[in-house]
C-alpha cells in the first residue's frame, strides 16, 4: 500500500513539474514574441462583404509597400521607425484605398500597444496581448 501510495505521489509531483516547466516555456515564448514582433491590426468598418474586401485590400497593399523597406533581420524598434518614417505614404495608401473602393471612411493610423486575440498563421500562433 504504502508503494502505491509513493508513486501516487511521484506521479503528481511529475505532473506539476510537467506543467510549471510548460507554464514557464510558454512566458518565455510569449515574452520573446512580444519584444520582437510588430503586428499590422486593420479592422473593417463592419462585417460586410465589401468592408472585409477593403480591409484586406489595404493590408496587402500596405505589406507590399513596406516590404521594400522592411526585412526579417530587422529590430522592431527598427521597423518600427521604417513605419513612422513611411507614415504619409501609409496613409496615402489607406486613402487612395477607400476612394478606389468608393467609400468615404475616416481612418486612424497609429503605432501602439494593443490587445490582440489569439491569431494563428498556419504553423504560428502569435499569443494574445
Known sequence: MKEL????????????Y????????STFVFN????NV???????NSNSKEDQYLKLKIRDDIIYFMS?????DMSKEEAIK???FHKN???????????????NYSY???????????KSYGSISLPNR
Open 32 to 35: 520573446d514574441l512580444e519584444k
Open 82 to 84: 521604417q513605419i513612422n
Open 108 to 118: 486612424s493610423f497609429n503605432i501602439g500597444k494593443k490587445y490582440f486575440p489569439l
Open 5 to 16: 501510495k509513493l508513486v501516487f505521489l511521484l506521479f503528481i509531483l511529475f505532473l506539476i
Open 38 to 44: 510588430f503586428r499590422l491590426h486593420i479592422v473593417a
Open 68 to 72: 521594400d523597406y522592411l526585412n526579417q
Open 18 to 25: 510537467v506543467f510549471l516547466s510548460a507554464k514557464s516555456y
Open 89 to 103: 505614404d501609409i496613409c496615402n495608401i489607406i486613402e487612395n484605398d477607400i476612394k478606389e473602393s468608393g467609400f
